[in-house]
């Protein structure tokens, strides 16, 4: 499978920007994706990018560089309620193997 | 409404009592997986399956069984489950359209095994 990378733990203000970082491997790249999983339920999807740049859905923003092997999810205006694990995924190469990263805990505060 | 259900939501088991959890979804979806999560490893693949009949390993498919007789249906069987099988088990569905992403998951199994 993929070798991803993502920060353990982030803290950010409501109403603030945050960004989230992801790293994977590049050999055999088949599109990355962005999961949120509140606390004690499943990870719902978020975004799905295979082309580099930036995708935007409302206040979720999702940006690609495949050529560095990186990529972000923007949260804008942040709200209480974005408090939750924000998964990374990346299938493997020529597979329907789902990698996924370990998760960065957001911790929104007042 | 569609949905991923599994049974049961909780089990607690006893070391080498084999057991079965059950997958169903309601989506028409060929691609089906089965993750389990634990503190500090996050989400691991255990197997999934591209279609009816056609199952393949993920990253730890140690101790478990899996088969794909129906569509809409994907046990995860523990032959004989152990202590370090203890953890939150998820399984997804997914159309084939893009690979193996934008799944949808089902509520969760949290399996402890003493």
């Known amino acids: 499978g993929q070798n991803i990378d993502q920060p353990t733990e982030m803290t950010a203000t409501e109403g603030a920007i945050v960004q989230i970082n992801c790293t994977y491997q590049?050999?055999?790249?088949?599109?990355l994706f962005w999961y949120q999983q509140h606390a004690g339920e499943a990870p719902t999807f978020l975004s799905y990018?295979?082309?580099?740049g930036l995708e935007e859905k409302g206040r979720f923003s999702s940006f690609l560089s495949r050529s560095k092997g990186y990529s972000y999810l923007l949260l804008k205006e942040l709200q209480m309620k974005d408090s939750a694990s924000y998964l990374c995924?990346?299938?493997?190469?020529?597979?329907?193997?789902?990698?996924f990263g370990k998760g960065t805990k957001l911790s929104v505060i007042p | 409404e569609a949905q991923v259900t599994q049974n049961p939501r909780y089990l607690i088991t006893v070391t080498g009592k084999k057991l079965t959890v059950t997958c169903s979804q309601n989506?028409?979806?060929?691609?089906m997986s089965w993750y389990r999560q634990d503190p500090g490893l996050g989400l691991r693949q255990i197997y999934y399956?591209?279609?009816?009949?056609?199952?393949d390993k993920g990253d730890v498919p140690e101790g478990y069984k899996v088969s794909r007789k129906e569509k809409r249906n994907f046990p995860l069987i523990l032959e004989s489950p152990s202590p370090n099988q203890t953890s939150l088990y998820f399984c997804?569905?997914?159309?084939?359209?893009?690979?193996?992403?934008?799944?949808?998951f089902g509520p969760g199994t949290r399996l402890t095994v003493t």
């Open positions: 997804a569905s997914s159309t084939r359209d893009r690979g193996s992403g934008e799944q949808y």
């Open positions: 590049t050999s055999g790249f088949n599109g």
């Open positions: 990018n295979v082309l580099d």
């Open positions: 995924a990346a299938p493997g190469a020529g597979s329907y193997q789902l990698t």
């Open positions: 989506m028409n979806h060929e691609y």
């Open positions: 399956s591209m279609n009816v009949e056609v199952t």
